[in-house]
């Protein structure tokens, strides 16, 4: 997967230590946010030293956006969700990284966003081990999930 | 500017509270927070009946990156800036909106969202009448922006 436009990617150690490895899609490695209040997704273009959005090629931009898109399908074929929250902050956490998150009408934080919302509740192994298995199916190509879905799903 | 594919489209009402015109880009309004804490630009594609981004056709999709594009260069360009945070949330207003926030280290809410902070600090008029005009300027192609630009200006 790895290329020269990779060179000198590293991930930032605090994303790192919250998250839990769950692909390299073609632009960005995708990690599950380790917080069982919230599915959580985090996508981390694997280029060195980007801060903010518009530091990406344009292509690549492209790419980005796609892979938005696919983590938007795969959240909400995998898991309940009312509303799908996307985001690009990085006001702690340098490192270009964008957040996709599944909210529920009652989650912990609702209507609030989860940035800043209250110290995460990390996942018991086997819960944790069970969604990355579920969204790495996906990921690597097993029963890829349809790149677009209703918006509410009931099956989660 | 407008055309069928903006048929049926009306801002929310709580947008149009909440914020003040700036401008109609080829797909977004362009809106700015009416909260003195934060430069804060908002914009919403004229389309009806969008809830999520990935409910906007491929080339819309691709048009709002090159307006988040434009709406960063804008503020690095007219504000001070530390940090530009990016989020397409609509937990509480529901129609399909971008926000593009101007952060600072030392603002009200530095480093957490400036969502779900406490109540917006409206400007006072002559503020808020200068800073849109000076968005508009560019939003209208006097001295229009560069596209891209250093990321912390220091000239703002």
Redesign the interface.
């Known amino acids: 997967m790895s290329d020269a436009s990779e060179a000198g990617f590293e991930l930032d150690p605090r994303l790192a230590r919250d998250t839990v490895f769950v692909a390299d899609w073609k632009l960005c490695r995708v990690l599950l946010m380790d917080d069982a209040q919230f599915p959580w997704l985090v996508l981390v273009p694997r280029r060195a030293h980007l801060?903010?959005?518009?530091?990406l090629a344009n292509a690549d931009?492209?790419s980005l956006?796609g892979e938005?898109?696919r983590a938007?399908?795969l959240l909400r074929w995998r898991v309940p969700c009312d509303?799908?929250?996307?985001?690009?902050?990085?006001?702690?956490v340098n490192q270009l990284h964008v957040h996709v998150v599944a909210?529920r009408r009652h989650d912990a934080a609702?209507?609030?966003?989860v940035?800043?919302h209250a110290p995460a509740h990390r996942y018991v192994p086997e819960a944790r081990d069970r969604l990355v298995a579920l969204l790495t199916r996906e990921a690597t190509g097993e029963g890829a999930a349809p790149t677009?879905l209703p918006?509410r799903s009931d099956d989660g």
């Open positions: 801060v903010e959005l518009d530091d931009q492209i956006l938005i898109n938007m399908a509303k799908l929250n996307v985001g690009a902050l990085g006001n702690i909210r609702w209507p609030g966003p940035w800043g677009r918006h």
